[in-house]
């Protein structure tokens, strides 16, 4: 199975990642990115491209795989409307144009998030650009999963390239095995999500095509 991942330097991307690479049905990894991960794996081959906003040139590169994790992504906080409009919603949308283009078969799984709002009319920002995105990739013609996870735990020494979330994720990590027993249904780890994804591509394009973390943690338990 030849993968397609984005966002492979971030947090849940490294996970995932690590995912692929031990998967023996993986046989290649492309790592769409900005900057070499500077890593020496035999399944692994990056891509390395400044704008995300076009991503037609990668076009051969992208031709022909069997599945894309789109784990690319930032906070609102901190940022303009348009910034992050930008990286949430064209830079993925452009990236399912070019994986998805004559290949319907194409399993595309996005990370969003708990929160996501469908409706694209709530008061929240963020959450009606990732309504809206979801919206677009369930729309074209791929087999598309959304992933809307709770709470992330790393466990592999995944970490994030945002600092006050590296912060977050230090302070909390003591509290995650209380959480994921009063709470499973809001925590997952880097490890489940990763796992979910390559089992997603044995879903045939099945039905729900919104994933909550309960579903995200039973397909990758």
Known sequence: MKVILFGASGMVGQGVLRACLEDPEVTEVIAVVRRSLGRDERKLREVIHADFADLSPLAKDLAGADACFYTLGVSAAGRSRSEYELITYTYTVEAARVVAADNPQLTFVYVSGEGTDSSEQGRTYWARVKGRTENALLAMDMRAYMFRPGMIQPVHGETSGTTWYRVFYTLTSPLYPLLRRVAPRYVT??????????????????APHILPTAQINRLGA
Do not use: N
Request: proline share 0%.
């Open 189 to 206: 780890s880097t490890e489940l999500l990763g796992r979910a994804m390559i089992a997603a591509t044995r879903l045939d394009g099945a």
